[in-house]
């Protein structure tokens, strides 16, 4: 009998950086195709626009830089994908596209590409249009408005909420027939991919449901409806496809728990004390920050060695 002999770690898996990728996206299509038909043509042309400039983006940066070619890697697409789907549906087509070249050079390849970067390059490109689009990046109108010519501007659940104290169905929120961001809307839809990904043993179950019932137990204590917190808004696209991102998020049992407690916090601190109705991007840019540390700090005892 034959045996194979190699050093530690004696880790065997076929999933391969584009095989994941390319499942991750998979999982996206339900709240993707759910945006297009909730929003219209034009969310369809934001998420390809989107998701060609970050491939081009990607495939500059790599010559310029004079690195290996990465765009078959699946990851600028999936960072281009992110991107559309946490964006408005009304936000005019050449700041998308800003956007994702943005995320791209600043969020990844400044920082030496794929595997660097600190910060979630999906979110950096959502905080740079959020900054320098604020008006555009918070213009809303309800479900299937999109597809007339005058669509009617209207609040998301949660600044409706916050701001008139209007509440919004949990129904709703739940198919997605609310106002938001492309691929926020829909609860239902987000689950079957954030399900989906639990199955398929891509993602850790720790962080999804440590940041999703933090937010719940403190809306609670708080006296908000934690209900209404778990649906509306992109908590379950943040919990499930952005907090989750193995690049900036913690490798230690440990440390997702403390990442995803951490993010729920500060959701819950922005959403009820702060001028913001939504938390979710800043919660996760700020808990990629202090990811090096949080691995530092909860790695496990190596066996023989003291603590």
């Known amino acids: 009998m034959n045996f194979l002999l190699s050093p530690a770690p004696h880790i065997r898996d076929n999933k391969s950086v584009t095989i994941i990728m390319c499942v991750v996206m998979l999982a996206l299509l ?12 034009s969310a369809a042309i934001l998420v390809l626009l989107s998701v060609i400039s970050a491939v081009a983006t990607e495939l500059v940066m790599n010559k310029m830089m004079k690195r290996e070619v990465s765009i078959m890697d699946g990851s600028a697409a999936l960072t281009g994908l992110l991107l559309a789907l946490c964006v408005s549906p009304s936000l ?4 998308v596209v800003f956007g994702a070249i943005f995320a791209i050079i600043i969020g990844k390849q400044l920082f030496g590409g794929l595997g660097f970067n600190v910060f979630n390059p999906a979110l950096v490109g ?9 008006v555009h990046m918070t213009t809303w109108a309800n479900a299937f408005a999109y597809r007339g010519l005058d669509a009617v501007t209207q609040a998301t659940p949660l600044a409706a909420m916050k701001f008139s104290g209007q509440g919004t169905s949990y129904l709703a929120l739940f198919y997605g027939n609310v106002g938001g961001c492309i691929g926020e809307t829909s609860v239902l839809l987000l ?16 962080i999804p449901i440590s940041y999703l019932g933090t937010v719940a ?5 708080f006296k908000a409806d934690p209900i209404f917190h778990l649906l509306a808004g992109g908590l379950l696209l943040g919990a499930f496809f ?25 959701v819950v601190i922005i959403r009820l004390f702060s001028g913001l109705p939504e938390g979710v991007m800043y919660s996760i840019l700020f808990m990629n920050a202090f990811v090096p540390l949080i691995n530092r700090y909860t790695r496990p005892r190596i066996l023989g060695r003291k603590k």
């Open 126 to 134: 959502r905080a740079f249009l959020a900054a320098a689009f604020p």
């Open 92 to 95: 005019p087509y050449y700041q």
């Open 191 to 206: 689950l079957l991919g954030g399900l989906y990904l639990l199955y398929k043993g891509i993602i850790d179950w720790r």
């Open 242 to 266: 952005m907090a989750t991102d193995y690049v900036t998020s913690p490798i230690t049992a440990k440390g997702m728990w403390i990442f995803g407690i951490g993010a729920g916090i500060l």
């Open 217 to 221: 137990v403190l809306s609670f204590v």
């Open 30 to 41: 339900p709240a993707t195709l759910g945006g297009v038909y909730f929003f219209g043509w």
